[in-house]
């Protein structure tokens, strides 16, 4: 009986500082994020890291994506279209124009019907999608008259904030 105590317990804090450390990871890769500037014209996005993965979709010079891990290969993973992408990481630079706001994320409202999200804050930057007026998203940047929003599969798209409700507070 008394085996079956300490087992129990040992496996309970096992349990407990497995938890803890996934939190702790969790919150060092939330970190990690960082945005990066497209450097070159069709830039290609790929389903996996590697020049021999399918090609699915493009980006163009100044577009801004947002990276969520960086391999030992030049490869850097991002979203494209709702889905994992990745893309060469020898045709980015970092973002320097585009503030954060962390700990100071804005709920905001469409205002617009048909609203264009963007791969980056200006009407130069591919469509990544539509949204229609009403829906609401959290701002976690902006640059200028344009609002980094979270999308619904975790990625980011850039919209003008005059379409927005931010414009009325």
Not at 71 to 88: H, L
Not at 110 to 128: A, K
Not at 146 to 169: F, K, M, P
Request: glycine letters at 8%; hydrophobic letters at 40%; proline letters at 2%.
């Amino acid at each position: 009986m008394r085996i079956l105590f300490f087992s129990a317990v040992i496996i309970f804090s096992a349990v407990i500082i497995l938890f803890s450390l996934s939190l702790c990871i969790s919150a060092a890769m939330a970190d990690s994020v960082e945005t990066y500037t497209v450097g070159a014209t069709d830039l290609n996005v790929r389903s996996s890291p590697s020049h021999d993965a399918p090609i699915i979709g493009k980006l163009q010079k100044g577009d801004q994506i947002r990276v969520f891990e960086e391999n030992t290969f030049g490869w850097v993973k991002t979203f494209y279209g709702g889905q994992e992408a990745w893309i060469a990481s020898q045709y980015l630079s970092t973002k320097s124009n585009a503030t954060a706001i962390s700990g100071q994320e804005k709920q905001i409202t469409i205002i617009e019907d048909g609203v264009r999200v963007r791969t980056g804050p200006g009407t130069e930057n591919s469509v990544i999608k539509h949204v229609p007026r009403n829906s609401q998203y959290t701002m976690v940047g902006n640059s200028n008259d344009w609002g980094e929003i979270l999308l619904e599969d975790g990625s980011t798209g850039w919209v003008a904030t005059w379409l927005t409700d931010l414009n009325s507070e």
